[in-house]
């Protein structure tokens, strides 16, 4: 089984690279708190410090180890010119304005990820903490949708759970999807 996590809540003092906020620690300590009795051994994030932060708050309190990965980098699919027509038109301008060390042309790079890491972690539980639109590109590939799917796919909120394990053939499916944390009072 994987566990999907998007970061807990950014705080606003650092733009590029924000940690978590309050908010977000207190969110995912909820979260940790939702997987307590899970036999979750390892916590992969990606480079970001937000979702550094957010794996290192569910290791302490998981019990798991946890490692950096490139593959869960904040990455946005946007289509090359030959595959604008995959996509409405009134969403070509908002890819105009994707940041070049985000573009992932076609989503190559996110459809190898997913590939790489259901393969790897299938027979296993582990959680995978990443951003908002590369979950959605996952769930998009379980789903074996069309490219503009994970536009629609959402909002996907801050320190949720999206499950994916195999079916009985194998198959990867989707069991829970951005599913919400209560915090305490």
Not at 46 to 66: K, V
Not at 79 to 88: H, V
Not at 89 to 97: G, L, M, V
Not at 155 to 170: H, V, W
């Amino acid at each position: 089984m994987i566990h999907l996590v998007r970061h807990g809540d950014a705080a606003g003092e650092d733009r590029a690279d924000p940690g978590l906020s309050d908010l977000g620690r207190r969110q995912v300590h909820a979260l940790a708190n939702r997987l307590a009795f899970r036999p979750i051994r390892r916590v992969l994030h990606g480079p970001s410090r937000r979702t550094s932060e957010t794996a290192c708050i569910l290791t302490e309190n998981l019990g798991a180890g946890a490692a950096p990965s490139d593959l869960l980098a904040d990455r946005t699919p946007v289509p090359s010119p030959e595959r604008r027509g995959d996509y409405p038109t009134h969403r070509w301008e908002w890819f105009e304005d994707v940041p070049a060390a985000e573009r992932d042309i076609d989503g190559t790079d996110l459809t190898e990820a997913w590939h790489t890491l259901w393969f790897a972690h299938h027979d296993e539980e582990i959680v995978l903490v990443t951003h908002a639109f590369v979950i959605a590109w996952f769930v998009r590939q379980v789903l074996n949708a069309p490219p503009a799917t994970w536009m629609r796919i959402g909002p996907i909120d801050n320190a949720t759970l999206t499950s994916i394990g195999p079916n009985i053939a194998g198959e990867p499916v989707v069991e829970t999807f951005n599913a919400e944390v209560i915090l305490p009072l």
